[in-house]
């Protein structure tokens, strides 16, 4: 079956840099794109960034752009959110999810998400 | 960027209520448009796409419509596990988008 574990949420103060992860089992990783999408605490979801299948194509929300690098490594199944510049209002749980197939950019399977948290 | 515009942000029903749920988008997205449902503390579930299309074993109790900005979710007769927060998405093009929610507890 498929499954989404992220990883690598943490408390960090304004202005640094963190990754998160995302590993992806029960499919052919390599064969999908993938989506970060956000929710800050009592809020909606946020979508933050896409990737094609081989990363040859990056897509970004423009509060992101510039500070947030998506990429992915199809020999290891993981997909990954290098962060940087961080600021408060990039607090939320980080999901990453599976872009259902070639035809819809919708998102058929999520992981349970992981918690950064922006704070000085 | 498409916005998406859901209402009402809430309702509160009964088991057995019939239930709509609209997203309008500030520009055509034609049926590019896919329903969430989330429960607290779980990710979201996909429960339909194509703005009507139903994800496998959700029931058919639930039932989307829709085209160019306008769409509806509709739930035939609420169930108990039905009770959750339903967003919409837009997936015409980057950056994509989600509307901002309904929460649907219970009367």
């Known amino acids: 079956q498929v499954q989404l574990v992220e990883s690598g949420g943490d408390v960090v103060q304004p202005g640094r840099s963190l990754r998160l992860s995302c590993a992806a089992s029960?499919?052919?990783?390599?064969?999908?794109?993938m989506h970060w999408v956000r929710q800050a605490p009592g809020k909606g979801l946020e979508w933050v960034a896409a990737?094609?299948?081989?990363?040859?194509?990056?897509w970004y929300i423009d509060s992101v752009k510039g500070r947030f690098t998506i990429s992915r490594d199809n020999s290891r199944s993981t997909l990954y959110l290098q962060m940087n510049s961080l600021r408060p209002e990039d607090t939320a749980l980080y999901y990453c999810?599976?872009?259902?197939?070639?035809?819809?950019?919708?998102?058929?399977?999520w992981g349970q998400g992981t918690l950064l948290t922006v704070s000085s | 960027a498409i916005q998406l515009t859901q209402s009402p942000s809430s309702l509160s029903a009964s088991v057995g209520d019939r239930v709509t749920i609209t997203c309008r988008a500030s520009?055509?997205?034609?049926?590019?448009l896919a329903w969430y449902q989330q429960k607290p503390g779980m990710a979201p579930k996909r429960l339909i796409y194509?703005?009507?299309s139903l994800e496998s074993g959700v029931p058919s109790s639930l039932s989307g419509s829709g085209f160019g900005t306008d769409f509806t979710l509709t739930i035939s007769s609420l169930q108990p596990e039905d009770f959750a927060t339903y967003y919409c998405?837009?997936?015409?093009?980057?950056?994509?988008?989600f509307g901002g929610g309904t929460k649907v507890d219970i009367k």
């Open positions: 999810a599976k872009r259902a197939d070639i035809a819809h950019q919708t998102l058929d399977y």
């Open positions: 029960g499919f052919t990783f390599s064969s999908y794109g």
């Open positions: 990737i094609s299948y081989d990363g040859t194509n990056k």
């Open positions: 520009q055509g997205i034609s049926s590019a």
């Open positions: 194509d703005a009507s």
């Open positions: 998405q837009q997936y015409y093009n980057f950056p994509l988008t």
